[in-house]
């Protein structure tokens, strides 16, 4: 039997970016080598796709230069390598006579490279992290580098993770053009987002137009969505955790992008011989836009005034030192922040004068702020320790005042009221990774979060003349403990069979009760040779905070709460089959997926819950329920070549059951999509010029049309009389198909590229709500409601 | 004006709305009937019967008259004529019947009123002016401008969930140009946290807390207990327009009232702030909220049967006005 030690050191790499690597590897293939690499050291590999075929390599390095353990791998063969900037460049030694065609992404091509066509057949760049599907025991596993999210075509030319994501299969988007995810039939809270492995809680800027992760800064995600390794629970749905860059040892490098709607500035490099640092940095440019604009507005008017202004920055910043052979730590830092200030002044003179100010401030974002140490305690033990602080935040203050003056009698009236929102976590974590031997590779560890919500709380201060008025409602802090233990074997079992058996435990406490959660995880897959895998999974998960939201917009009124009082914890059972295939050159995969997912103690608003006052708690105005999910994913993709992407067909089914919803009755989740379809392409037409492209056709989103109307009974006080609709049932009604088409180009020079994209490129403007309203003849019509038109941006980007 | 309010629906709907296009959903539905009636003890009952149409239909919508419907009426079990004057406590069901329509049900429960308790108001002069009664001047002897400032206790009765409703009004001496010499001002609504216990977070935050002037509350807070209303009348004003003084100018009155209503009607006030007033309204409109319909008590799901009970305490501003003319 083929030994197979590979030890990654995954943890450290996530780490540090610095140029040392660790890579121990007997007789594998050398694509799977490459990819520890890639992981390690951020850097590309390009070569023909035919260069490497049935290649194998055994090398053991342990902390040594790249240049070195790139020379140990292809010491016996007739391969040479070139390091230019990002990019490893593998080619045959110069006695072999070829032709060349180039097939790189933007910023790999190199000037030397490309000046020396006649040495290559076919290159491709190898910038993947992923194994392929047929090498793995996981389902539903994705791994996405940088690079391959900025080729996705996203609003405005904003490169996003989430809309990245939303390309794949089993994933919806949610209301059109936001930054929301539903997995597999589950609701918009039930993910897990992580930043170096520390959960955040607000993951979105501008109501959801975009995420709070900035894709220059991001060094490539896992995400997990059917069998879910051990290490996580948390969440029903799916877990991404976001895995930022570190400083490069060999230089300082940068980068400059100015966009429509933001710009960023990142710059990374060494201090010193073992410590790295880097910093990414984005900010919107809204209210810069709009400030003339305004000033033109306010400028008509002497006594009217408009105060509006919206802004969203978020930091990333990162050292990384090296203490020895053994130990690397780090520390990190992210915070993220949108501002909302809005308001308006207005007055009149005279003998009745009269003043009117108002003021509204929003800020909200997160914080997260952690570091680590990770250390090797043997040849086969490597541990990591990490102590973080997170803390989502949500702070939004009204300010109204009114001033009349009546024959010098002055009557003034203030209102002032300050809700806040507020989550902080502290986590102390420790996970290891054991390889006892060639078969087995063991991952454990536990954490302890200590958490401390503050759902909503609001204060109100009223004055007219002498009198005034406080309030204060009568939300609380709620303090949890949550620990959890986790235990997981990759287990090769034989040349055909591997397994990923483990086990999370959760202890959640609050309120004096105590909730506790067992969720096995299990994933099989058998390999009948080396082009198939067929593979099942099962995978039990838990939730112990949801959000809640009066609507699909993220907004900082969504409030993260714990499982308190009447409500359990939510779980979720959820079954998986698949076949996984790759061609003999790896060039091109397809994929099967089954599922069927249970969820049991689902939270949501019960009807009419706005009849409950809010003082009766959000226990009164929720309610609990079932789901129940099932689907199958089909995904044809090439890997690699000029032209990559993938087109890939979701059939699925979505519906919850709550008692106090819907009389009871079951009813279709909101996105439950039935027929789903994407195609993604990348184009590397030439050295200079690439085109990414993405279309996305799914069935409607459910909408719960109310279409019949009753007679307003015409009695409270002097609210109008218009007609009133009657109850239907919930998400009963399917828009219309919903197609789009979103391109982007880019075209570099000597030093950076340029980004064109058009969202919604042929302008299909998409139904997104039916309303009733009258129309311009007063008659009272239904209306389909479209967003979204064709939406062109550019930017440009600098590098240094 | 918080214009916050209008942000998230103005970026939705106008910056980013393309189009709207008028069309006909193919969706099955089947008019029901609908009744619609406000009890008060000690009247007769009137009862409206209707019912529902789809939107788009303009015929339906001029003429949503039910021709064939047979009304019964019951009160505590029994079966009672249309001359009946419903009682506190009384559960008065409604059933209708339409061979087109089918069968329509409602019940409620006949509010007791429950008393005014202690009332404690604190009136404050703003302004005054008193002419000489030598020299007409304007046809005015005086104007007087003053706040009010009102406590009153609600002596909420234990065991049950009471929902209430304030209200008010006034009595004036006229003018001899037929104009009221008296007139209440401004109820300061915002005085009153109560008053916005419907109001949750989100359109706490858009400002839809204020200028609202919805005087609907439940005993949810204060159950069994007394609650003492605060309740802020600004801007009254009494001007004296007549050639001679006489004490019968002064008699100005102020009554409160306290109206204990079914929950079916405070259900309907607070559906109809949220749908006319709140923010998640105008969201639902264009797909960004969940949609809502029409709160209803009918078995149907149409219409709005409810119940009311009133007791009142009158304010006598006799004695304020005498006093403060008198010691201008």
């Known amino acids: 039997m083929r030994l197979f030690v590979l030890s990654l050191m995954l943890s450290f790499a996530a780490l540090c970016q610095a140029q040392n690597v660790t890579i121990r590897a007997i007789d594998q293939p050398a694509a799977v080598v490459f990819r520890s690499i890639v992981e390690q050291t951020g850097k590309n590999f390009v070569y023909s796709s035919e260069l490497l075929k049935d290649m194998r390599v055994s090398v053991d390095v342990r902390n040594k230069p790249l240049k070195h353990a790139l020379s140990v791998i292809f010491k016996d063969s007739d391969i040479e390598y070139d390091i230019k900037g990002r990019n490893i460049i593998l080619r045959k030694k110069p006695q072999a006579k070829k032709k060349t065609r180039v097939a790189a992404q933007p910023r790999v091509v190199q000037e030397s490279y490309t000046s020396r066509p006649e040495m ?17 025991a996981e389902i539903g596993a994705k791994k996405l580098t940088s690079q391959e999210i900025i080729n996705t075509p996203a609003l405005f030319g904003e490169s996003d993770v989430i809309k990245a994501l939303q390309m794949q299969p089993g994933i919806s988007e949610g209301q059109e053009g936001m930054a929301g995810m539903n997995v597999h039939g589950g609701n918009a809270d039930e993910n897990l987002y992580m930043l170096d492995n520390v959960p955040l809680y607000q993951v979105n800027h501008f109501a959801g137009l975009f995420s709070a992760f900035n894709a220059e800064a991001i060094r490539y995600i896992d995400f997990f969505k059917s069998s879910i390794p051990a290490k996580y629970d948390g969440r029903l749905s799916s877990y991404l955790d976001v895995r930022t860059r570190s400083g490069s040892c060999e230089g300082h490098h940068g980068s400059f992008r100015l966009g429509l709607t933001s710009g960023s500035l990142n710059i990374d490099g060494p201090i010193g011989n073992n410590t790295t640092y880097s910093v990414a940095l984005r900010r919107s440019w809204f209210d810069v836009l709009s400030a003339p604009f305004l000033a033109l507005v306010n400028s008509s008017s002497d006594d009217e005034k408009i105060r509006l202004r919206y802004a969203f920055m978020d930091l990333n910043a990162k050292v990384t030192h090296r203490f020895n052979n053994r130990a690397t730590g780090f520390a990190s830092v992210y915070f993220g922040n949108d501002i909302l200030k809005t308001g308006s002044s207005d007055k009149q003179q005279g003998s009745y004068s009269w003043y009117d100010d108002d003021k509204d401030d929003f800020h909200w974002g997160n914080l997260v702020a952690q570091t680590g140490l990770n250390y090797k305690l043997n040849r086969s033990l490597t541990a990591e320790f990490t102590a973080a602080y997170t803390r989502y935040f949500s702070s939004m203050k009204h300010d109204w005042l009114s001033r009349e003056i009546n024959n010098d009698v002055t009557v003034e009236s203030r209102s002032l009221s300050r809700t806040r929102n507020n989550i902080n976590d502290w986590i102390f974590r420790a996970d290891f990774d054991w390889k006892p031997n060639d078969e087995n590779r063991v991952r454990f560890g536990g954490n302890y979060i200590l958490h401390s919500f503050l759902p909503a709380r609001t204060d109100r201060n009223y004055t007219v003349g002498t009198t005034q008025t406080l309030t204060r409602d009568s939300t609380w802090t709620y303090k949890a403990n949550e620990a959890n233990a986790y235990i997981e074997d990759d287990w090769r079992l034989n ?65 993260w709460v714990p499982v308190t009082g009447k409500f359990k914890p939510q779980n979720a059972d959820k079954i998986s089959l698949g076949a996984y295939w790759q061609s003999d ?32 708690m959000w226990n009164a105005q929720l309610c609990s329920g079932k789901g129940k999910a099932k689907g199958i994913d089909f995904k044809i993709e090439k890997v690699y070549g000029k032209l990559t992407g993938h087109v890939s067909y979701s059939l699925a089914w979505s519906d919850r059951t709550f008692p106090d919803k819907n009389g009871g009755r079951a009813f279709p989740a909101r996105f439950d999509h039935r027929h789903t379809v994407h195609i993604l392409m990348n184009w590397n037409i030439s050295d200079r010029v690439s085109l990414n492209a993405a279309w996305t056709g799914h069935s409607g989103n459910r909408f719960t049309l109310l279409p019949q109307v009753w007679e307003s009974p015409g009695f409270g006080d002097s609210y109008t009389n218009d007609e009133v609709p009657l109850k239907a049932r919930i998400n009963s009604y399917q828009l219309p198909f919903y197609h789009r088409l979103d391109l982007s180009c880019t075209v570099r020079n000597r030093h ?7 969202f919604n490129a042929y302008c299909h403007m998409n139904t997104v709500a039916v309303r009733r309203t009258y129309n311009d003849a007063g008659r009272p019509v239904f209306q389909k409601v479209k967003l979204l038109p064709i939406i062109p941006s550019i930017s440009y980007t600098w590098q240094f | 004006m918080a214009i916050l309010r209008y942000i998230i629906p103005v970026l939705s709907a106008v910056l980013l709305t393309g189009c709207y296009e008028d069309f006909t959903p193919e969706i099955g539905t089947k008019p029901v009937l609908c009744l619609n009636s406000l009890i008060t003890a000690g009247e007769p009952i009137e009862l409206k019967v209707t019912r529902t149409w789809m939107f788009n239909d303009e015929n339906a919508e001029r003429n949503h008259d039910v021709e064939d419907a047979f009304i019964t009426l019951f009160a505590n079990g029994k079966v009672v004529g249309t001359d009946y004057l419903p009682k506190e406590g009384d559960r008065i069901r409604i059933v209708a019947e339409s061979q087109t329509y089918g069968l329509a049900t409602a019940e409620v429960l006949v509010p ?24 007409f001047h304007y046809e005015m002897l005086a104007d007087v401008n003053f706040n009010l400032y009102v406590e009153m206790d609600v002596n909420d009765p234990a065991g049950a969930v009471n929902y209430y409703q304030f209200g008010y009004n006034w009595s004036s001496p006229v003018a001899f140009d037929g104009m009221q010499m008296f007139y209440v001002g401004d109820l300061k ?20 807390d204020e200028d609202t002037r919805f005087a609907f509350f439940s005993d949810r807070q204060f159950e069994g207990k007394t609650y003492t209303l605060h309740l802020n009348f600004t801007g009254n004003s009494y001007h004296v327009k007549s050639q001679y003084y006489d004490e019968s100018l002064l008699d100005c009155t102020m009554t409160l009232y306290l109206t204990t209503v079914s929950q079916s009607y405070y259900n309907w006030a607070v559906y109809k702030w949220n749908v006319d007033e709140g923010v998640t309204g105008d969201l ?45």
């Not at chain 1, 910038?127 to 599907?133: G, M, Q, W």
């Open chain 1, 495 to 559: 040349e055909k069979f591997r397994m990923n058996a483990g086990l999370h435990v959760s202890l959640f406490n609050i309120d004096g009760k105590t909730n506790y959660g067992l969720a096995p995880r299990l994933s099989v897959s058998y390999r009948p040779d080396g082009n198939w895998a067929i593979k099942a999974a099962y995978a039990r998960t838990n939730q112990y905070v949801h959000q809640l939201s009066q609507t699909y917009l993220s907004l900082p009124t969504d409030q």
């Open chain 1, 120 to 136: 290559l057949e076919e290159v491709v760049v190898v910038s993947r992290l992923e194994a392929p599907a047929v090498e793995t």
């Open chain 1, 585 to 616: 050159s790896r060039t091109f995969a397809a994929s099967v997926e089954g599922y069927y997912k249970t969820m049991r103690n689902l939270v949501d608003y019960r009807d009419e819950y706005y009849l409950q006052p809010p003082t009766e």
């Open chain 2, 112 to 135: 007791v009123a429950t008393p005014v308790g202690k009332v404690k108001v604190s009136p404050t002069v703003t302004d005054i002016w008193k002419g000489d009664e030598n020299f």
């Open chain 2, 189 to 208: 609504y915002d005085s009153e946290p109560i008053f916005k216990e419907h109001i949750g977070v989100f359109e706490t935050v858009m400002g839809n």
């Open chain 1, 752 to 758: 950076g590229f340029w980004t064109f994209s058009l």
């Open chain 2, 284 to 328: 639902s409109d264009i797909g960004l909220a969940e949609s809502k319909w029409g709160y209803s008590n009918v078995s149907t799901g149409a219409g709005v049967v409810a119940a009311q009970s009133s007791s009142k305490f009158t304010i006598n501003l006799k004695d304020f006005l005498k006093t403060t003319l008198n010691n201008k």
